[in-house]
């Protein structure tokens, strides 16, 4: 069976600062990963995919099959980024849409 | 275009009462599911459905019951509620990736926050 662990429940960092939310899975095939954001008073909603090797709203995330992360970055972190980030993974096939979330890491912004 | 939309927002109920929470999609969506999320457990699947008259079960089934017999609808229904449901319910749907090869992007609704007490 598939998981997927986000090992800081909590991070803080100061505007303009570097951040980088954790996230590394388990799965024994090539699974799609995931980055789901939760804004405060809105909707769970998808930030990016592994597939697509986008950047959006300056965050990033790489898929490294050797160390099984997919951690997400952005350079210079911005206050309106405060929210839950959830890693997911999706083993596909049969399993299609059967997301398996991390535990989410809420990250804070401060000024 | 609303989207996915959950009814209620909140509910209280007490052990062993039951109730059904709703889901309704307007994207034509063959992929719904419901989820649950607690704190340090992240979203759990409970129930899934690749299309109307279709359903299955996902990580924590057990207390919960399913039926899709609409493309846009999915309810949920706890038969006897218990404190361990407690939790913010999530429903979601997406297109089938049949054609693409790849998953679709989950859509979800703002949440059922149940409370059993």
């Known amino acids: 069976a598939q998981r997927v662990t986000q090992p800081e429940k909590l991070l803080s960092v100061f505007k303009g600062a570097p951040v980088e939310l954790k996230c590394n899975y388990s799965?024994?095939?090539?699974?799609?990963l995931f980055w789901y954001v939760q804004y405060s008073r809105q909707r769970l909603q998808l930030l990016l995919r592994h597939i697509s090797r986008e950047s959006i709203k300056g965050f990033t995330a790489d898929l490294n099959k050797g160390e099984t992360s997919f951690h997400l970055k952005k350079p210079f972190a911005q206050e309106e980024d405060s929210a839950m980030y959830y890693c997911?993974?999706?083993?596909?096939?049969?399993?299609?849409?059967?997301?398996?979330f991390g535990q989410g890491t809420i990250l804070t912004v401060h000024p | 275009n609303a989207g996915v939309t959950q009814t209620p927002k909140f509910q209280v109920l007490k052990t062993g009462q039951s109730m059904t929470l709703q889901c309704a999609q307007d994207m034509n969506h063959e992929y719904m599911s419901w989820y649950r999320q607690d704190p340090g457990m992240g979203l759990r699947l409970i129930h899934y459905?690749?299309?109307?008259?279709?359903?299955d079960q996902g990580e924590v089934p057990n207390g919960y019951n399913v039926s899709r017999s609409t493309t846009e609808d999915f309810p949920l229904r706890l038969l006897s509620a218990a404190p361990s449901q407690t939790s913010v319910y999530f429903c979601?749907?997406?297109?089938?990736?049949?054609?693409?090869?790849?998953?679709?992007?989950?859509?979800f609704g703002e949440g059922s926050r149940l409370t059993v007490l």
């Open positions: 459905s690749v299309g109307a008259g279709i359903t």
């Open positions: 799965y024994s095939g090539s699974p799609e």
């Open positions: 979601a749907s997406s297109y089938l990736p049949v054609t693409s090869g790849k998953a679709g992007e989950l859509f």
């Open positions: 997911a993974l999706d083993a596909g096939g049969t399993s299609y849409g059967k997301l398996t």
